[in-house]
């Protein structure tokens, strides 16, 4: 496929006939054709079919005609892959068989085998055949991972993650990174098969300090960002509530995802005053709940957001988290017609 398609030309820095636009979690729930292809299926299991995660990730390019096709699968897929007892419940999200928590869970931890991941590489393969349209890899940062590892599920304010980090520093180290190379065998898997750009999720660095984060996360998200752009893959670096982290998050990384709570204007002007990567690509950032308003103003809110998006070298254009699950997905197809037209 040609570097010549939108999502591509706004990852090099560059503005493309029109902005790119793609949406997180845009296959799913909100897609009836999804539902129908998933129904009584385990969602693990869905993703390591090959086949199904196959054309789950091209639905949405079909039916929306986004510019990227992010790769159908979860973050937690590494994990079940090397042997851990996860799984994905409905409404609740992962849950272990137990929480790692103590330095002999931790070294059980990462004795765990190297994963297989054809069955990874095999789907994006397919996807590509499918499709016209660049496909996304993506992975959990470390610090996510961990924090489902430690927890055991899922939890508000990760407590026992960071109570670890600081109690056990070493523990920690070892955790973090056993899940930075895990997260990046994941990536490498979905680049084999021949995704063109990865997009590390951090959705739960918002609820660390900053000194915590650079002490104790952000090498460990670096490590996976080198390795994939080792292989000459642009990234694009997204966590949730991360205001004050990105300048940080912007390090190693070729474009920045801006969550829906961070203004994009002052988005761009941090990262230009605090010495952002060049070109300055920026990826985000509708609300997710404008979704739902009247057609008047989510059209006001998309283009107060396109404006802002002009002091960047490129922008991206995308939610500034993913797609709730009640969405009329009217709402998105019509949505990236307008701003194909604009
Ligand atoms: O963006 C995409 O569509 C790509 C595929 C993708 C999924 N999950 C599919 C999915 C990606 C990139 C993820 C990332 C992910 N998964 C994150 C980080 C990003 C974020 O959303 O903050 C996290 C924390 C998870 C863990 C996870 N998986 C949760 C919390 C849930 C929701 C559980 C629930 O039912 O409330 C999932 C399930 C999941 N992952 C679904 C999808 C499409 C829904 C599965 C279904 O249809 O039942």
Not at 160 to 169: D, E, G, I, K, N
Not at 177 to 194: D, H, P, T, V
Not at 239 to 257: I, N
Request: hydrophobic letters at 45%; proline letters at 7%.
């Amino acid at each position: 496929m040609a570097d010549a398609t939108p999502f591509l030309q706004a990852l090099k820095g560059k503005r493309p006939a029109h902005t790119p636009v793609w949406f997180m979690r845009q296959a799913g729930r909100s897609l009836p054709e999804y539902r129908r292809l998933r129904a009584g299926k385990n969602m693990l299991y869905s993703c390591l079919d090959p086949k199904l995660a196959a054309e789950l990730t091209c639905q949405p390019v079909r039916r929306h005609g986004v510019d990227a096709a992010v790769f159908f699968s979860d973050i937690m897929v590494p994990l079940k892959l090397a042997g851990i007892n996860v799984d994905i419940k409905t409404g609740v999200g992962p849950v272990m068989d137990k929480p790692y928590r103590n330095a002999s869970d931790i070294w059980e931890l990462v004795s765990h085998r190297t994963p297989d991941t054809s069955a990874i590489t095999e789907a994006v393969r397919l996807a590509c055949t499918k499709v016209d349209v660049p496909i996304l890899a993506f992975a959990g940062a470390p610090f996510t991972l961990a924090a489902y590892l430690v927890e055991g599920g899922p939890s508000r304010d990760h407590l026992a993650a960071r109570t670890l980090m600081h109690s056990a520093p070493q523990s920690w180290r070892m955790l973090a990174n056993w899940c930075a190379e895990l997260s990046l065998q994941f990536a490498k898997a979905q680049i084999a098969g021949g995704a063109r750009a990865f997009q590390l999720f951090d959705s739960w660095a918002g609820s660390l300090s900053r000194a915590d984060y650079l002490r104790y996360c952000a090498p460990y998200s670096r490590r996976v960002l080198a390795g994939v752009s080792a292989l000459r893959i642009p990234t694009i670096h997204f966590g949730v509530g991360t205001a004050s982290l990105l300048t940080d998050f912007a390090e190693g990384a070729t474009c920045v995802g801006v969550d829906y709570r961070t203004d994009l204007s002052e988005a761009i002007t941090t990262l230009r005053k605090h010495g952002s990567p060049s070109p300055l690509v920026v990826q985000g950032n509708i609300d997710p709940a404008m979704l739902a308003c009247p057609p008047r103003l989510l059209d006001e809110h998309v283009d107060a957001i396109l404006d802002a998006g002009k002091a960047a070298d490129a922008h991206i254009l995308n939610l500034g988290h993913g797609v709730p699950r009640q969405t009329d997905p009217h709402v998105l197809t019509r949505l990236v017609q307008r701003v194909h037209r604009l």
